[in-house]
Each structure stands twice: as structure tokens, then as C-alpha cells.
């Protein structure tokens, strides 16, 4: 399977305006966006949870701790740029996930 980019562009009106995405990170470094709320910016864009993100807002993320990579949207103000690709589904029974939330709002 080849891999190729896709890119989610998105407005934050404020640093303190929530996006609704989640990412997680394997064990290899990998970073992976677990979880896209349906009303949240990204919500419209072309990423789906399980891709692989490439970086954001040209900042790698492969081998970044999660909470690093969770702070690059969380302090962006203004327009926000994730480039992921498709990839197979990783197998994560073995692999130790770390999950953190990007400005996710409660469900309600």
C-alpha cells in the first residue's frame, strides 16, 4: 500500500477554542489520531481517526512525547494544518498506546 498525504486545514478563532481531536502514540513513536468529535473543526476536513500524523503545522511529530504534540494545536491561534497519512491498521496488542486530548470539550 502507498502512503500519501493528506492534509486537514483548519481556523482556530481563539487559543482558547476547542478543535475536537485526540491523538495517541505507539510505542515506535508513531502518532495517531484516535479520535475526531463530530462537531469539532476537524470534523470537515479529509482525516479520519487511525491515520498517522506527519505534523502539524510543519512541526514533525513521529518520536515526540503526546502531550508535545497535543500543545502544538492547543496553542495555535489562527490557522492549524495536519498533515497524516492513511496506513494499515496497527496492531496495538502489543504495542503501549499513550492518549492525549487536544481541546476537546465534554460530551454532552
Do not use: W
Not at 30 to 57: C, P, Y
Amino acid at each position: 500500500m502507498s502512503n500519501y498525504d493528506i492534509v486537514g486545514c483548519v481556523t482556530k478563532e481563539a487559543r482558547s477554542t476547542p478543535v475536537g481531536i485526540s491523538f495517541s502514540r505507539l510505542d515506535d513513536g508513531k502518532v495517531l489520531i484516535s479520535k475526531i468529535q463530530r462537531d469539532g473543526l476537524f470534523a470537515g476536513t479529509d482525516l479520519k481517526v487511525g491515520m498517522e500524523v506527519v505534523s502539524i503545522n510543519n512541526i514533525y511529530c513521529s518520536g515526540r512525547p503526546i502531550d508535545t504534540v497535543s500543545s502544538i494545536v492547543d496553542d495555535a491561534d489562527g490557522a492549524i494544518r495536519i498533515k497524516a497519512q492513511e496506513v494499515p491498521s496497527p496492531q496495538t496488542n502489543e504495542a503501549e498506546i499513550h492518549v492525549a486530548t487536544a481541546s476537546i470539550p465534554p460530551e454532552q
